[in-house]
Every structure is written in C-alpha cells, then in structure tokens.
C-alpha cells in the first residue's frame, strides 16, 4: 500500500464547477499535511497547509479527518487557471522518515470554458 | 525573488558521461532535499542534507551522489547517467526538519542522450 495515495485523475470540469479532491495516507503518527499544487514542467508550489481544524484561504477550503486518516481540498468557483495538478504531500515521521516528504501521485484537474 | 535557484534549468548529457546539477538559496535554510520527478509520477526523494549531515534514502543508486559545501550551495552528481535517470530533478529546502513546508526550485529537466 502506498504512503500517500490519490485518484490521479483527470478531473475535467466546466468553469464555476465546486471540485473536491481527497487524499488517504498510511500512518496515522502523521502530523503535517499540505497540499502543494504543480503545473505541467514545472516545480511544485505550496497551495495550502492543512490544520486540524480545516482551514480555508480564498476558493480553496482544505480538512483533514485523523480518525480515517483523510485529507480533502475543495476548490469553489474553479478557474481555468486552476488547471493543474494538486499533490497531496504528507510529511513523514519516525527515524528513518523525519523531515521528509511524502508525495501523493498527484490528481490533475481541467477546468474546461 | 527566487529564493531556490536551479542551474541549469535543462541539461543534455550522453549516456555514461558524468553531470552536475546544482542548487544555490537565500533563504538560509538548514536542510536542502533532491528530489527525482519522472513523467506522471510523484516526485521522490534521493537524500537530503541537515547542515552538513548527509541523509541518502535507503532506495536511493550509488550512481547518485551529493556536495554541499555551503549552507547557499547543494550539488546532484550523477557519475554515470542511464537512460532511466531522464527526469525532473527538484531542488528544495526548509528551515529545520519540522513541520514546516519545503520551498522548491524551478527544477532542471535532464535528458540523457
């Protein structure tokens, strides 16, 4: 079983649409959790961290559940600049894992005019 | 503004002839990480550096080598490139081994001829 996992996709929806994306993850140890978004060829790009709490900046709205070890990224009013990939990333935890960060496979989204 | 720098941004080699990627940053950053992005793929981390100490990932070739002789400065040498080492190389950083967010590089893509 993967770390990290998510359903690559593509996801292809029409602009405006409200998209919602989740992640599962492994090890319940696991402490912090981000999204980082990624455009084709191009690096990956911190979208958002996620609290425990849910936290929300602007469109995007970010949870994360520790009970079923899932973390969720909800885009409103999607834009055609939201076409991307959207990487689930799980930073990792005991000796051999501390620091390090671990990558989902990436779900791409197309926002379609 | 860039504060994780990557030169060069695409590197041509021929099979078996050594390269050398480097990483330069401005963030004073204790901990620079390599990664290696394949096509469609998450990217996945061959060492990171925690000031001078040097962390290799248990799965990581021998063909993979890493300096970094400064805080600013983490070079990737490959001694003798396959074809199957075509791919985004990802250059990133953090401030200690927390639960921060890593910053990345812009990457350089090599092709390996």
């Known amino acids: 079983r993967k770390e990290v996992e998510q359903d690559p996709g593509p996801f292809n929806v029409p602009e405006g649409a409200t998209v919602a994306f989740n992640c599962t993850y492994s090890?319940?140890?696991?402490?912090?959790f981000f999204w980082y978004r990624q455009d084709c060829r191009k690096e990956p790009k911190l979208l958002m961290s996620?609290?425990?709490s849910g936290n929300e900046d602007g469109r995007f709205t970010a949870q994360l559940n520790r009970a079923s070890q899932y973390i969720s990224l909800l885009i409103r009013d999607s834009k055609l600049s939201d076409s991307a990939t959207y990487l689930c990333?799980?930073?990792?935890?005991?000796?051999?894992?501390?620091?390090?960060?671990?990558f989902g496979q990436g779900t791409t989204l197309q926002v379609k005019p | 503004d860039a504060m994780v720098i990557q030169n060069p941004r695409y590197q041509v080699t021929q099979f078996g002839k050594p390269v050398t990627l480097s990483c330069s940053q401005t963030l004073n950053h204790n901990v620079m990480y390599w990664y290696q992005q394949k096509s469609s793929q998450a990217p996945k981390l061959l060492f990171h550096?925690?000031?001078?100490?040097?962390?290799n990932e248990a799965d990581t070739p021998d063909n993979f080598q890493s300096r970094r002789p400064n805080t600013s400065f983490c070079f990737l040498d490959i001694r003798s490139p396959g074809l199957g080492d075509a791919a985004m190389y990802l250059c990133?950083?953090?401030?200690?081994?927390?639960?921060?967010?890593?910053?990345f590089g812009d990457g350089t893509r090599l092709s390996i001829l």
């Open positions: 990133a950083t953090s401030r200690g081994q927390g639960t921060l967010p890593q910053h």
């Open positions: 090890n319940s140890a696991s402490q912090s």
């Open positions: 550096y925690y000031d001078k100490d040097f962390n």
């Open positions: 990333v799980v930073r990792g935890v005991g000796s051999s894992n501390t620091g390090k960060l671990i």
């Open positions: 996620v609290y425990s």
